[in-house]
């Protein structure tokens, strides 16, 4: 008995001194645990770089205080819950505050504040809830204003994917808040910004019509418009290039700086039209459907994709308008369906396009991954179940949609409309060129690692311009149906992976499991 009380004593003491031993290493070192089975609390080691290089003072309000449902309380949570753990990792650089911008009950007051925040980047969202039996609706602001040294950037904290329950997609943007808010940190803080090249000289889209994508990125980036027959060497200059919507032949000599720029590391973004059409001649008889001639498809090829001369038509799509009759001597117009104006729903789990909201195109072919030995590649965006393919040439007519489509002819598989390339590429130019050009050019068969991203619609990057060609309609917005999509995340997100040694854009793979008690 005895020698159980002291073999009892000896283990109080034991574990007295283990707590003793403990709390002072813990006072000497730093370290933080997350037990959730996701790791929801933890944030990634890229964004502790990004905090740790703050040396100012970085202020956030967030606008959502007040009378919240319970799913956008969650949000709330998961919001200051990330701030808090933003302060741990930046020396309490990070400063926040939750406003209700629905506080002011003055109605003109209120006003001002709403059309102060829609100035500043903030646009409102329909909020529909019972209180007591009744349906009711307001407005709320689910998002944030970050100030650092006298800028200041908009953040949308409420994105989820296209289709998804309003639960779902409170959950998609609770899984979100770490990268929306250290993305725009970044955007603010970054002094050894990106160089972005946007490649002209060969009809791509015009200054206006990539008004809104140049402006979003110059946040972030140097961005500049590059013409190949002026630039020796792009890896030089440029971090990434874009290409966008090009309609004329690249030459031999084109095509070898781009190959050098991908083998050398440089990173690309195509966004190519292998069938064009003419949107100004729909409705006329004259009006086809027209394969391309570029002069990229072996470069593609050795990347490991290839763009069919085809085009999608997909029964989830956008509409026109057009005349359906008439009321007397008036014509009756309404929206039709408009199944080449494919709308994207269908996204794989890359972090690039997770929960990803719809996306938006013109026009759009379909795309082949091929063999490439050593190249990794990974769909990101689909077509819905619900397709029929056409291979130009062939006839554009308007009258199509107002003819009922046969089921039948709409029942492909999902197909591949954007895809992810990355390895070690090899030059398409190898045994082809003399030693001489070969010693001007610093010419290299293989070399480092690098990503391209392959679309099959100029579009997606193009923003609408008005008529008389002085205003332009954001990325993404139809000014048909009146409705705006992703098209501007779509591409942001793209330049974000392919600019970003960090790898921010990997935050976005955060998985939240929703459980009954989260709600």
Known sequence: MQLNRKYGFLNFLLVLLCLFFFNVIASQYFFRLDLTEE???????????????????????????????????RLQRSIRETLDEFRVYSGANIQYKFTDPLAEKDERQKAKVFMDLAERGLQPTNLFANENGKQT????????????????????????A?????????????????????SAMKKLSDVNRKRIG????????????????YRTLKESYLVDRVNLSVIKNLYEYFDVLVIAKPVKYFSEEDKLKIDQFIVKGGRVLFLLDKVQVDEKKLGTKENLAVATELNLDDLLFRLGARINNTLIQDMQSGALPMVVGM??????????????????????????????????????????TVKSKGITKTPLMFTSRYVKVMTAPFPVELNEAKKQPD????????????????????????????????????????????KVIVFSDGDLIRNDVSPEGNQTYPLGFDKYMRKKFA?????????????????????????????????
């Not at 609706?137 to 989820?160: H, M, N, Q």
């Not at 390895?423 to 190898?430: A, H, K, N, Q």
Request: with cysteine.
């Open 327 to 368: 009321m007397g001597d008036k014509p009756q117009t309404q929206l039709v369906p408009w199944r080449y104006f494919v709308v994207h729903t269908a996204f794989s789990k890359h972090p690039v396009v997770r929960n990803m909201s719809a996306v938006y195109a013109h026009f759009i072919s379909s795309i082949d």
């Open 198 to 213: 946007i490649l002209e000289g060969h009809g791509e889209l015009s200054n206006m019509e990539l008004d809104d994508i």
């Open 487 to 519: 098209n501007k995340d779509l591409i942001e997100n793209c330049i974000t992976f392919l600019a970003d040694e960090n790898g921010i854009i990997n935050t976005r793979s955060k998985e939240i499991k929703l459980r009954p008690l989260d709600k």
């Open 407 to 450: 089921p039948n002819e709409f029942n492909r598989s999902p197909i591949i409309t954007g895809v992810l390339l990355e390895g070690v590429f090899r030059s398409i130019y190898t045994n082809r060129l003399t030693e001489e050009k070969m010693d001007s050019i610093q010419f290299k068969s293989s070399g480092l690692p690098s």
């Open 137 to 160: 609706e307001k407005l709320i602001f689910p998002g944030a204003i970050i100030s650092y040294k006298g800028r200041e950037v908009p953040v949308l904290l409420l994105k989820g």
């Open 162 to 182: 296209a289709g998804a329950a309003p639960g779902e997609v409170l959950n998609q943007s609770v899984e979100g808040v770490e990268f929306e808010l250290i």
């Open 39 to 73: 790791k929801r609390y933890a944030i990634s080691d890229n964004s502790k770089i990004i905090l740790q290089n703050v040396d100012d003072v970085v202020f956030v309000e967030i606008f959502l205080e007040g009378d919240l449902p319970p799913g956008f309380k």
